[in-house]
């Protein structure tokens, strides 16, 4: 049985072998192949007429021993136009090629030298502190908010805000100021906050009616250093400061809408009953002006009790 088993496995194996397809080699016939020599002879059409040339396909035979040859690179061409050599440029955007562009470091001042580039201008804000200025440098007009503390200023002239007409905040403090123009601070519509505290002043000028906070603490004002009703029309002054002063008087009247007076270290000898309260109204109450300080002055404020009738709080100062 082992013997007839492997002659059926013989057989199996025979007939596959007989029914497996043959291998043929590639012949790289010469016939159905051109070489390189015969590209020249393959399409040459010089003594061919134009109307009678053929154009023949034919296929290249591999070569082992060929090098292919490639067409050898093309020159790069030159620009006709130089590049541009990049130019540096400033902060602003220009050349220093270019012209200046007029006004970016705002006016010049009396020594012709750009008022931004003494002081620091940040968008509508002037910073002159501490410079030793004697005058009131040229300002941008869009100016908004000008500090020009702790310098050597001693006259404000009518001109040194004239057109600007945004300005909201002038402080000067801590600068050597004795006069002031009249017309210095009268045309600025939108001001609304004046800082003159630490300085020498003896007179005010005439003052807009948009401010709401004055400071002119550490002057020289006397008796006649402040104009009469000079705060009457300044519905939006809230805050008035006029500490260490020679004023021997309050100023009257105040604005309704005043919520801090502050008068210590003058010479305020009296206080009328109607200088805060309305006496012939008992019920009028004046709300807003909760903080009165007269302490450093000498006067009594136990003399006159009637004068404090309206306000939500007491002054402060003597009561001996």
Do not use: W
């Amino acid at each position: 049985m082992e013997t007839l088993a492997r002659l059926a496995l013989g057989l199996i194996i025979f007939d596959a072998a007989v029914a497996a397809p043959t291998l043929e080699s590639i012949n790289y016939d010469s016939e159905t192949y051109a070489t390189l020599e015969d590209l020249d002879q393959l399409y040459n059409y010089e003594n061919i007429p134009i109307d009678q040339a053929e154009i023949e396909i034919g296929t290249v035979v591999p070569s082992g021993n060929k090098e292919l040859l490639t067409p050898p690179p093309l020159p790069k061409e030159e620009d006709g136009e130089e590049e541009e050599e990049s130019t540096p440029r400033l902060i602003d955007g220009s050349s220093p090629q270019e012209p200046e562009f007029p006004g970016v470091l705002g006016p010049h001042t009396n020594e012709d030298f750009p008022t931004c580039l003494l002081c620091a201008c940040i968008s509508t804000t002037v910073y002159c502190d501490d410079h030793e200025l004697d005058a009131i440098p040229p300002l941008p007009k869009n100016t908004a908010y000008f500090y020009s503390r702790f310098n050597r200023i001693k006259k404000i002239n009518k001109n040194d805000f004239a057109s600007l007409s945004d300005l909201k905040r002038i402080d000067l403090t801590s600068n050597l100021i004795s006069e002031i123009d009249e017309d210095a601070f009268r045309k600025l519509p939108q001001l609304r906050e004046l800082v003159l505290r630490d300085n020498k002043i003896r007179q005010l000028p005439e003052l807009p009616n948009t401010l709401m906070f004055i400071d002119i603490s550490n002057n020289r004002l006397g008796r006649k250093g402040i104009k009469q009703e000079a705060f009457k029309d300044m519905y939006d002054l809230h805050h008035l400061y006029l500490t260490d002063n020679n004023l021997d008087h309050i100023p009257l009247p105040l604005p309704e809408n005043l919520r801090a007076l502050h008068l210590q270290n003058n010479n305020i000898l009296e206080m009328h009953e109607d200088t805060f309260c309305n006496i012939k109204n008992l019920t009028y109450i004046r709300k807003a002006l909760e903080d009165i300080r007269l302490d450093g002055n000498p006067i009594n404020l136990s003399k006159t009790p009637q004068a404090y009738m309206c306000l939500p709080r007491l002054p402060v100062g003597s009561l001996v």
